[in-house]
């Protein structure tokens, strides 16, 4: 059973960082891609990153180069740190997973409850 838990979402001003977490179970086979989520206000949810293996991740244009996913396995947890925040990057954020294709646009099926993200100019 997929399980997923954010946590370290809060309220920064642009121009900060904050790392978000996800407590990961029943992810640890290789074949699941693993990734992060986000829907702003009256927003279309938006896939930030995808990961699979650490061996291929690929960011939305719109983080590239300010958010970086990274895993540490012993510890089953997944995490996003996001520099140089931008007011535009205030959204709900959920930790997310899929099977197979792993990309921008894939199926993520299990996601958390989501973390808050506000970034105020």
């Known amino acids: 059973q997929v399980q997923l838990l954010e946590s370290g979402g809060g309220s920064v001003q642009a121009g900060g960082s904050l790392r978000l977490s996800c407590a990961t179970s029943g992810t640890t086979h290789s074949s699941f891609c693993l990734g992060w989520v986000r829907q702003g206000p009256g927003n279309e949810p938006e896939e930030v990153v995808a990961s699979i293996n650490d061996a291929r991740i690929t960011y939305a244009d719109s983080v590239k180069g300010r958010f970086t996913i990274s895993q540490d396995k012993a510890e089953n947890t997944l995490y996003l740190q996001m520099n140089s925040l931008k007011p535009e990057d205030t959204a709900v954020y959920y930790c997310?997973?899929?099977?197979?294709?792993?990309?921008?646009?894939?199926?993520?099926?299990?996601r958390g409850q989501g973390t808050q993200v506000t970034v105020s100019s």
């Open positions: 997310a997973a899929a099977r197979g294709y792993c990309d921008l646009g894939a199926d993520f099926h299990w």
